[in-house]
Structure formats: structure tokens, C-alpha cells
């Protein structure tokens, strides 16, 4: 049986914010290893828009290759750029090649934000927009060599909002089409399965193994099916199980990868390697169901 890697989100030890030294984020990266982590979920945070992010950049990537690690994820400003101006197209264009040299497989990008009570012509039109725009990117996604996998929504967030009860995305089989449309191995899927659990509607095994070949990265946190949580799991009422089951199924070759950063955070520094060590070992007993 082939084991499923296991990865977390790298800003819980690491300051993604200001240039560190090599030495800095080799240490950062070697605590996460000895809590059972090589694969790690990034963040540009502040040094997407800083003149020294491609030195940061080149950096880190040193740091990773002395350690043997790998950042195969990004969940970063590309959904922020549907309306598009020339800055949120640099942003984009800079978060394309930081990926490039951190040697990041995947970027996690939301769908367009939009929410109502949306007929079957409405879809039709979201989708149509989201096919446009991602057939626009995918010339510079093979230039860079990265991919962009589309992650599903949760209606909790349109409540937020005017009290609507779609968020478009909240679907997987909406996101699945749209995919399937551009037709491009650089468009694909990625499954947040917290917010896929809030819907209430679909067995999780079920959208793995339509997902398929597809599914190239995980959002991985449990909730109570109630509220966007990112507990870690089984502090909700996701089936673990079944979920590695279809991954198993589908012959899933990406990473179980962590989306529950906000319980770390709140411990205090001497305590958050002991919690990390706990996600490791509750990720390495998972993947071994």
C-alpha cells in the first residue's frame, strides 16, 4: 500500500512576512520534519508585493533542498484577480514565478466570488466565466510550470454576506465541469473538505472518486458540519475512513495536506511543536487507516 505523504501549513512556525536568513528557515523546516513533515501548504503574505521576494524566494527554496522538503502548495492571491487591473496582474504574474522557484506544484485558488440564489442560466454564465478566464492563464501557467487547482466553497460564506443561501463553488461537480471544459492538466481540483462537509449534502467518498485524476490537492480540517472550523480531525464528524478509502481508490498522488493552522496559533511559542508533533501523528495514523 502506497502511503499518502503528509504536509501542514508552513506559516505556523515560519515568518512568511520579512527576508530570514537561509540558516533561519532551514531550522524552521527541520522542526517541521521532526514532527513528521517534509510538504508544506505556503504563504507569500507580505512578500508578495516586496521588491526583495525573488531573493526571499531563492532563499527558501535553498533552505528546502538542504533539508530534503518541499513546498508542493500555495493558497494565494489568484482568486483576488478576476477584476483585473494591471497590479492585480503583476501580483499575479510575481505569485506565478515565486511558485516557479520554490518549485510549488499547485496554487489553491478560490472560484470568482459569487453568491445568490442563482437559477440554471446563472450558472451557466459563471461557469462560461470561469472557463474564459482560466483558459486566459493557462499560456503563462505552463510558462511558469504550475498548476492552479480550483477549491470548492462552503454556503456558510454567503451568509456572510446578504443572507443568500449559494455561494457559486459550493458544488464540486460545478467546479468538476468547469474543469473539464478548459481542458488543461494546469486547471484542476482542490478538495477542502471541511467546506465540502458544511454543505451537508455530499458523502465525501462519493466526490473523491468523481473527482479522480483530477483531484490534485487537499484542503485537510474537520468541522461539526455547522461552521467553517479547522479543527483537526476528529475533533468534528468527518468520516476519516472513507475519505482515505476514495483516496486510496482513485490512486490520489498528492499530499493529506493540513488547512488547520488557526488551533496552533493560538498556543504559545513553547507549545507549538508539541501541537504539531500531535497533527503529525493523528496525519500518520489517518493515511494508515
Known amino acids: 500500500m502506497v502511503q499518502i505523504p503528509i504536509g501542514c501549513d508552513i506559516k505556523i512556525l515560519l515568518d512568511c512576512n520579512e527576508l530570514h ?3 533561519y528557515y532551514s531550522n524552521v523546516i527541520k522542526e517541521f520534519k521532526e514532527c513528521g513533515f517534509r510538504y508544506f501548504n505556503f504563504h507569500f503574505g507580505e512578500m508578495l508585493r516586496s521588491e526583495d521576494s ?3 524566494a531563492h532563499t527558501i527554496r535553498e533552505a528546502l533542498e538542504e533539508t530534503g522538503a518541499k513546498c508542493s502548495l500555495v493558497h494565494e492571491p489568484i482568486p483576488a484577480m478576476f477584476e483585473q487591473t494591471d497590479e492585480k496582474r503583476e501580483l499575479c504574474r510575481r505569485t506565478l514565478q515565486l511558485c516557479s522557484i520554490l518549485g510549488i506544484d499547485w496554487i489553491a485558488t478560490h472560484p470568482i466570488p459569487t453568491n445568490g440564489n442563482f437559477n440554471r442560466d446563472q450558472i451557466e454564465q459563471i461557469k462560461e466565466r470561469h472557463r474564459e478566464y482560466f483558459e486566459e492563464y493557462v499560456p503563462e501557467l505552463e510558462k511558469w510550470n504550475v498548476g492552479v487547482a480550483v477549491e470548492n466553497l462552503s454556503n456558510i460564506f454567503s451568509l456572510n454576506y446578504d443572507g443568500t443561501k449559494r455561494m457559486f463553488g459550493d458544488n464540486p461537480y460545478d467546479l468538476i465541469e468547469i474543469v473539464d ?14 467546506h465540502l462537509h458544511t454543505m451537508g449534502l455530499f458523502d465525501i467518498g462519493d466526490v473523491v472518486r468523481d473527482m479522480g485524476p483530477r483531484l490534485k490537492a487537499l484542503h485537510v480540517h474537520d468541522n461539526n458540519a455547522m461552521a467553517d472550523q479547522h479543527y483537526f480531525p476528529y475533533m468534528g464528524s468527518i468520516d476519516w475512513k472513507a475519505f482515505v478509502d476514495a483516496l486510496r481508490e482513485i490512486g490520489y498522488e498528492g499530499v493529506f495536506m493540513y488547512e488547520a493552522d488557526k488551533i496552533p496559533s493560538k498556543y504559545p511559542t513553547a507549545l507549538k511543536k508539541p501541537c504539531l508533533k500531535f497533527m503529525g501523528e493523528i496525519a500518520e495514523y489517518i493515511v494508515s487507516l
Open 54 to 56: 525573488v531573493r526571499w
Open 181 to 194: 471544459r478548459v481542458g488543461s492538466d494546469k486547471v484542476q481540483l482542490c478538495l477542502d473538505i471541511g
Open 21 to 23: 536568513t537561509k540558516e
